[in-house]
């Protein structure tokens, strides 16, 4: 089986040094960096916006894996399309009309994500699979890092791992939230791709990063 993406998300960065932790993430093997953008109205916590991910875009040359969490998010799309990001990932939650959402996130000239909640079932994509580069499976409720891995999660990884073969699609299967190594395996086993980790990439300061990234990938 291959090995996992890994995309360290930097809410579990120093927020004081971001642009340093991005960099010693980036060498130390991140494959994607996972910017969580939060609004402090679509989910209970309040992060960072377009200004910081361009800010951090020199800092490394990593696809920026852009996570929306954020509503109304359509009004956002452009700043985060120009500011660098490769992929942006928004929730069906997070506007009225998501196909639209879809269209101009690829009309930008990036990658297409959709984010299913712990409760936001899987046939919410039955209509747009066509139309998206990527499905973050959400294994917490979004808005905090470190929180525990939903284990339920694991079927709807699975169900989508089955429909994304059975259709031949290119769709990047990616999982985020209280994923560890252990749990990074039980993710790989059910099908995922891509695996977000922000407690368990950052953990023990950035002598430890190397070694994170190998763990969650299977390889240490
Ligand atoms: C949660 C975020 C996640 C989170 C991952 O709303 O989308 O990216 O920060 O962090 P851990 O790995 O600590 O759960
Ligand atoms: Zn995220």
Redesign the pocket.
């Known amino acids: 089986m291959a090995a996992p993406i890994i995309a360290p998300?930097i809410?579990?960065a120093d927020f004081a040094r971001l642009g340093e932790e991005v960099r010693a993430i980036d060498a130390a093997g991140a494959d994607w960096i996972?910017i969580?953008v939060?609004d402090g109205h679509f989910?209970p916590?309040l992060t960072i916006g377009a200004m910081v991910v361009k800010a951090l875009r020199p800092h490394s040359a990593k696809p920026f894996d852009v996570?929306l969490?954020i509503s109304p998010v359509d009004p956002m799309l452009d700043a985060f399309a120009e500011a660098g990001a490769d992929i942006i990932t928004v929730h069906p939650e997070a506007g009225p009309h998501l196909h639209r959402t879809l269209q101009r996130i690829r009309g930008l000239g990036k990658k297409a994500g959709v984010s299913l909640n712990p409760a936001t079932p899987a046939k919410m994509l039955d209509y747009v699979l066509d139309e998206i580069d990527l499905v973050l499976v959400?294994s917490?409720?979004?808005?905090?890092?470190?929180?525990k891995f939903i284990a339920s999660q694991l079927r709807k990884i699975e169900a989508l791992a089955k429909r994304i073969a059975k259709e031949g699609l290119d769709v990047t299967l990616e999982v985020?939230?209280?994923?560890d190594a252990t749990l990074a395996r039980q993710c790989v086993d059910a099908g995922a791709t891509a695996l977000?980790?922000?407690?368990?990439?950052f953990r023990g300061g950035a002598d430890h990063y190397a070694a994170n990234i190998a763990a969650l990938k299977g390889s240490a």
């Open positions: 998300s809410l579990s996972h969580d939060m989910v916590n996570h969490m959400m917490v409720n979004p808005g905090f890092g470190g929180q985020d939230g209280g994923v977000v980790a922000g407690t368990a990439a």
